[in-house]
């Protein structure tokens, strides 16, 4: 199989590349994530996702960083709550991008890390990758639940391992406001 692995953060991404290259599948990484604000947080966790790429000598591709065009996509369905509406037409856009790529690269599948994180709704994800994967001829999107078959504890401990930053909220400047207000301020 010659996979893309679309890619929202290193710490997400460490146990699902351990999982893949035991199979013998060595992936291409795609890093593309415009939901992420702001900026800065989104230099930290790219830069993060280099590193362990590198570490590992995996090729990772740069996606663009085009917050104003994120923001266009999402207009209107800012008071979403999580898993809401929001987040759907959120992964549709960054998961037709990684069909688009796999396609570019003469690829034939891809997969997410974002079905990695327990605050995701794995049937929005499902849902997003194979409509993108439609929108591509030969282009495959693997739907699997990265966080069974141990994934989930191994991602703690590769975390810890590899001094990952970890980020407390999703991306976005909306869950970063809802889970500021929902956070007590600590004094």
Known sequence: MKLLLHTCCAPC???????????????VLYYFNPNIYPQN???????ECIRYARSLGLEIIDGDYDHEKWL????????????GKRCLSCFKMRLSAAARMTAEKGLDT???????SRWKSLEQIAEA????????????????????????????ILLQENGFYNQTYCGCEFSKVKRESASPKQQ
Do not use: C, D, M
């Open 129 to 156: 990758g194979h409509w993108a994967a439609g929108q591509f001829p030969g282009i495959r999107f693997w739907e699997k639940n990265w966080r069974k078959e141990g994934l989930s504890e191994r991602r703690r």
């Open 110 to 116: 891809f997969a997410t890390t974002l079905a990695s």
């Open 13 to 27: 991404s460490a146990a699902v590349i351990e999982y893949l290259t035991a199979q013998g599948i060595r992936p």
């Open 41 to 47: 947080e989104y230099e930290i966790r790219k830069n």
């Open 72 to 83: 266009q996509t999402v207009a209107g369905l800012e008071n979403e709550p999580e898993r």
